[in-house]
């Protein structure tokens, strides 16, 4: 290695570690009633920190790749699939954007790929309806100390029920009032891990007299009904 791309290869390691930091995430997932669902994740980064010299950014920046080949890997496992991650440039102010589609066939089993593998997240029955939790914590990748108060951290969830209780915010465009959001500068997250949580209403399993009680109640009703009406009646 000439003494020229060592001191470029180095440049580029102090600036990933010292500007991973200046990455805005946004991140829409989508939650169906069986667990499955589908992320859209779009990250964004000023285009001067992508490529440095020859040398081009891979998953250093904030553990986000803009990689198309290591982008697929991250984010594909046996219950997750990725379509063709989309890299563009904004002119305007100079950054550099990926987007891209993951689907998922089982919400609690995303931390199977390994892009999701520091994070903690679960649906799951609970006392109330269904519980919610997405938690990241402050040791990953993207919380270092390099940041400014227009790096931002937008998370938005689409749940297959009305939300009853969050630490979001309910979505004002949601009708049925069954999306949360969260939103934090990524100067929150370089001290304080991120937990976002819900409860929402169950609609696969509607308990009280019109779930499973009232059909059965009906059934043995009828079975008594044509039971007394098939006896005749004594005349003393």
């Given at each position: 290695?000439?003494?020229?791309?060592?001191?470029?290869?180095?440049?580029?390691?102090?600036?990933?570690?010292?500007?991973?930091?200046?990455?805005?995430?946004?991140?829409?997932?989508?939650?169906?009633?069986d667990?499955?669902?589908?992320?859209?994740?779009?990250?964004?980064?000023?285009?001067?920190?992508?490529?440095?010299?020859?040398?081009?950014?891979?998953?250093?920046?904030?553990?986000?790749?803009?990689?198309?080949?290591?982008?697929?890997?991250?984010?594909?496992?046996?219950?997750?699939?990725?379509?063709?991650?989309?890299?563009?440039?904004?002119?305007?102010?100079?950054?550099?954007?990926?987007?891209?589609?993951?689907?998922?066939?089982?919400?609690?089993?995303?931390?199977?790929?390994?892009?999701?593998?520091?994070?903690?997240?679960?649906?799951?029955?609970?006392?109330?309806?269904?519980d919610?939790?997405?938690?990241?914590?402050?040791?990953?990748?993207?919380?270092?100390?390099?940041?400014?108060d227009?790096?931002?951290?937008?998370?938005?969830?689409?749940?297959?029920?009305?939300?009853?209780?969050?630490?979001?915010?309910?979505?004002?465009?949601?009708?049925?009032?069954?999306?949360?959001?969260?939103?934090?500068?990524?100067?929150?997250?370089?001290?304080?891990?991120?937990?976002?949580?819900?409860t929402?209403?169950d609609?696969?399993?509607?308990?009280?007299?019109?779930?499973i009680?009232?059909?059965?109640?009906?059934?043995?009703?009828?079975?008594?009904?044509?039971?007394?009406?098939g006896?005749?009646?004594?005349?003393?």
């Open positions: 290695m000439t003494i020229v791309r060592y001191s470029k290869v180095l440049l580029f390691l102090v600036l990933a570690t010292f500007l991973a930091g200046c990455l805005n995430v946004e991140q829409k997932t989508k939650i169906n009633e667990l499955s669902g589908t992320i859209h994740l779009h990250y964004w980064i000023k285009s001067m920190y992508v490529n440095i010299g020859d040398v081009e950014m891979g998953d250093d920046i904030g553990g986000f790749s803009f990689v198309a080949s290591e982008i697929k890997k991250k984010y594909s496992s046996p219950f997750s699939e990725v379509s063709l991650p989309r890299r563009y440039e904004i002119e305007k102010d100079s950054t550099t954007h990926i987007e891209v589609d993951i689907t998922f066939k089982d919400f609690n089993k995303l931390t199977e790929a390994s892009g999701f593998s520091k994070l903690q997240m679960s649906y799951v029955k609970g006392k109330d309806g269904m919610f939790r997405y938690f990241i914590p402050k040791d990953t990748n993207i919380a270092l100390t390099y940041t400014k227009w790096h931002t951290l937008e998370y938005t969830f689409e749940f297959p029920g009305e939300v009853i209780a969050t630490n979001g915010t309910i979505e004002n465009g949601s009708k049925e009032k069954n999306t949360a959001k969260w939103l934090y500068k990524v100067s929150d997250h370089a001290q304080n891990d991120l937990e976002f949580t819900a929402v209403k609609k696969s399993g509607i308990c009280g007299m019109f779930g009680e009232l059909p059965v109640i009906l059934l043995f009703g009828l079975i008594l009904f044509k039971a007394n009406s006896k005749k009646i004594k005349v003393n």
